[in-house]
């Protein structure tokens, strides 16, 4: 059963531009909020979390948004640099229970 | 300390054969998780470890596989009469005991093909 969901395989964005990436999830149980990083050949790198008590959470160029009536949550990268091209996976924790999305590949254009 | 440390990086072997991967887990980590990845996936859960006990087994863990933590430093993932739905790249991953904000601290993965 997939209880997280990225629903976009993949993402282009031109340099400098905002960045946008989903995730949906089904149990309501789960109390943290992950995004993960992955570049080839590495496993993935924890980018930022989100407590499921807040609402966004910001670091730097990167920024969580949880919307826990809609179960839904999002990461906005800006401005969005070549470097951050990457396979971004979305994780939701409870209990020690980790489950993780199928990921998006976000492709940054100079 | 330089992170979570897997052996080895590529592993080939036909099938029916065992296979055993290491995971080094960062020292303080009290942690240590396997996760295993197939192509356009997410990592899926294996099994978890708090110090040498293995606390949760998930289902996709048949009774092929066996993992193992003694003492409660680095950990086994060994593969029984391996098939060719085993190929997968085998993640470790530590964290500690609290700290669910924080992420696991994953490694390179082993990547295992069966032939």
């Known amino acids: 059963d997939q209880q997280v969901k990225q629903n976009s395989p993949s993402l282009s964005v031109q340099e400098g531009r905002i960045s946008i990436l989903n995730c949906d999830y089904t149990n309501s149980m789960f109390d943290y909020f992950l995004w993960y990083k992955k570049y080839p050949a590495e496993g993935p790198t924890f980018l930022i979390s989100?407590?499921?008590?807040?609402d966004k959470n910001e670091d730097g160029r990167f920024t969580v948004f949880l919307n826990k009536s809609a179960k839904h949550l999002s990461l906005h990268i800006v401005p969005s640099q070549p470097g951050d091209s990457a396979v971004y996976f979305c994780?939701?924790?409870?209990?020690?229970?980790?489950?993780f999305g199928a990921g998006t590949r976000l492709t940054v254009k100079p | 300390d330089t992170g979570v440390s897997q052996n080895p990086r590529h592993k080939i072997t036909k099938r029916g054969q065992n296979v055993t991967f290491r995971c080094d887990p960062i020292s303080e980590h009290n942690r240590l998780y396997w996760y295993r990845q197939t192509l356009g996936q997410g990592p899926e859960f294996l099994t978890y470890f708090q110090n040498e006990a293995q606390l949760e087994k998930s289902r996709l863990l048949s009774d092929r596989f066996s993992a193992e933590r003694p003492k409660g430093s680095f950990s086994t993932l060994e593969i029984q009469r391996t098939e060719q739905g085993d190929s997968a790249m085998y993640l470790c991953?530590?964290?500690?005991?609290?700290?669910?904000?924080?992420?696991?601290?994953f490694g390179s993965g082993t990547r295992l093909t069966v032939v």
């Open positions: 989100i407590s499921s008590i807040k």
């Open positions: 991953a530590s964290s500690q005991v609290v700290g669910a904000s924080y992420g696991y601290t």
């Open positions: 994780a939701a924790s409870y209990n020690n229970d980790m489950r």
